[in-house]
């Protein structure tokens, strides 16, 4: 039990330390992303008003079948950069959440960039 405590502390210390530096304006929008065992979400965020400008996740009946895999995620990336480029949004600043850039969260991040978002 300690030791989920304190895996959850080191996690939101990490989380909290890249929050500092990083915000998102209405130009350039903040990209968060969030995984869980099952799942995958990522938003765009606008942290001046506090509005979610965008967002997909693995629970949304067009991406019900992505799984929580490299592959997947790139998917995921690429439809959440649709949608960024579909309202106008062309840079974003990338928040991993506290997450190493590995993996899920790097995929993500390049199928983002392959749909024609800039970070």
Known sequence: MNRMIDK???HAKRKNHIRKSISGTALR???TVFRSNCNMYVQV???TVGH???SASTLEAELKDLRN???DAEKLGEAIGKRCI????KTVVFDRNGYL???????IAD???KAGLEF
Do not use: C, N, Q
């Open 29 to 31: 929008p903040r990209m």
């Open 111 to 113: 199928g983002a960039r």
């Open 45 to 47: 965020i606008d942290d």
């Open 86 to 89: 579909e309202k106008g949004i």
């Open 52 to 54: 979610t400008l965008a």
């Open 101 to 107: 850039y590995h993996g899920i969260v790097k995929s």
């Open 8 to 10: 959850a502390r080191r």
């Open 69 to 71: 895999t490299v592959a």
